[in-house]
């Protein structure tokens, strides 16, 4: 069993930044392919990036460039920076496995114009 806990979120201008940080418990967490996903009201939950154990990342197109994704399977934590957010960013995110079996309660990311 793994439990994820995310931290990081809040109100920023567009143009700014934020660090999303997932803390997690569990010995497994480090052979775990991790993602993070946001859903925006009324919208599906999407995957914006996600990291193999090894290091290797993925991206949504909408993302590249802007945000990246990294792990420390050490601390058992994966993080996400972005930079250059704009409005169309704001949505709850959440950190998750890539099978989507493990989630984090997710954390407000809201971005004013």
């Known amino acids: 069993q793994v439990q994820l806990v995310e931290s990081g979120g809040g109100l920023v201008q567009a143009g700014g930044s934020l660090r999303l940080s997932c803390a997690a418990s569990g010995s497994i967490f480090s052979i775990l392919t991790m993602g993070w996903y946001r859903q925006a009201p009324g919208k599906q939950r999407d995957l914006v990036a996600s990291i193999t154990s090894g290091g290797t990342t993925n991206y949504a197109d909408s993302v590249k460039g802007r945000f990246t994704i990294s792990r420390d399977n050490a601390k058992r934590t994966v993080s996400l920076q972005m930079i250059s957010l704009k409005p169309g960013d704001t949505a709850v995110y959440y950190c998750?496995?890539?099978?989507?079996?493990?989630w984090g309660q997710g954390t407000q990311v809201t971005v004013s114009s």
């Open positions: 998750a496995d890539i099978l989507r079996r493990y």
